[in-house]
């Protein structure tokens, strides 16, 4: 499936749940053709999200848009079918959580999905070199996952940078997500310094006008692109 990049894709984390619909139709309107479900389990991470029901609330609430399941949780294997009924398109796990990386992305694989692998802001690039030709997408954390509204981690930029650099190595084609306190800020610097897709939970879903947050954000991104291309 090919997209224009760079792409936003909204983080259900930090949406009103009573409201969740009608928020995600403001996000489709505004042009949103990716979105972003995390996972927390209460254990990988000090907090707890949601499960398969709401991701295929999502599904159902969001036909046409791009459905990634970023699971921040242990044992991540248990789980992957569940998810992939649930309507998921990519299903992103932590290196830091699969003891047998290659297996969970291959199990992956064979529930129909594409593959993302994240890793946390402490945890070296060069880890994940043995995968990155299997891969779909590399997610950066850039700041440590289980909160949403958290301060972007700085050094995230250079980090981004140095995984471009990688995957021209690599000569692979895997897309780069940074996820974790993305706004008007910075999103324009992520984009230049080579991010592809932009999750963004709270600087969207607490914005006074969502659609016109995204199309700030979106507007942004599109001069990082300039930049960097």
Same mark, same amino acid.
């Given at each position: 499936?090919e997209f224009?990049?760079? +792409? %936003?894709?909204?983080?259900?984390?930090?949406? @009103?749940? $009573?409201n969740?619909?009608n928020?995600?139709q %403001?996000?489709?309107k505004?042009g949103?053709?990716? !979105?972003?479900?995390?996972i927390? @389990?209460g254990?990988f991470?000090?907090?707890?999200s949601?499960?398969?029901?709401?991701?295929?609330?999502v599904r159902? $609430?969001a036909?046409?848009?791009?459905l990634?399941?970023h699971?921040? #949780?242990?044992?991540?294997?248990?789980? !992957?079918?569940?998810?992939? @009924?649930?309507?998921? *398109?990519l !299903?992103t796990?932590h290196l830091e959580?699969?003891p047998?990386?290659?297996? &969970?992305l291959?199990?992956i /694989?064979l529930?129909?999905?594409m593959t993302g692998v994240a #890793?946390?802001p402490a945890? $070296?690039?060069?880890? +994940?070199?043995p995968v990155? =030709?299997i891969v779909?997408?590399v997610?950066i954390?850039t700041v440590n996952?289980?909160?949403?509204? /958290?301060?972007f !981690?700085?050094s995230s930029?250079e980090k +981004?940078?140095?995984? &471009?650099?990688i995957?021209? *190595?690599? /000569?692979?084609q895997?897309?780069i997500e940074?996820?974790g306190?993305?706004g008007l800020?910075? #999103? /324009?610097?992520l984009?230049?310094?080579?991010?592809?897709?932009?999750?963004?939970? $709270?600087?969207?879903f607490?914005a006074?006008d969502i659609p016109?947050r995204i199309?700030?954000?979106r =507007? =942004?991104?599109?001069l990082g692109r300039?930049?960097?291309?």
């Amino acid at each position: 499936m090919e997209f224009e990049l760079p +792409i %936003l894709s909204p983080s259900i984390l930090a949406a @009103d749940y $009573s409201n969740l619909g009608n928020q995600l139709q %403001l996000c489709e309107k505004a042009g949103t053709k990716w !979105i972003h479900c995390d996972i927390m @389990d209460g254990h990988f991470v000090p907090n707890i999200s949601f499960g398969p029901d709401v991701v295929a609330a999502v599904r159902d $609430s969001a036909p046409n848009m791009f459905l990634e399941t970023h699971l921040m #949780i242990e044992n991540p294997d248990n789980y !992957i079918e569940a998810f992939a @009924d649930a309507g998921s *398109e990519l !299903i992103t796990v932590h290196l830091e959580a699969c003891p047998h990386l290659h297996r &969970t992305l291959n199990l992956i /694989q064979l529930n129909g999905c594409m593959t993302g692998v994240a #890793i946390n802001p402490a945890t $070296s690039l060069e880890l +994940i070199r043995p995968v990155l =030709k299997i891969v779909d997408l590399v997610v950066i954390m850039t700041v440590n996952p289980g909160f949403g509204g /958290q301060t972007f !981690i700085e050094s995230s930029y250079e980090k +981004i940078q140095r995984l &471009t650099a990688i995957r021209m *190595e690599e /000569q692979t084609q895997f897309l780069i997500e940074t996820d974790g306190g993305v706004g008007l800020k910075n #999103i /324009q610097k992520l984009v230049k310094s080579g991010a592809d897709i932009l999750v963004a939970g $709270s600087s969207i879903f607490r914005a006074d006008d969502i659609p016109e947050r995204i199309e700030l954000l979106r =507007k =942004k991104a599109n001069l990082g692109r300039k930049d960097f291309v």
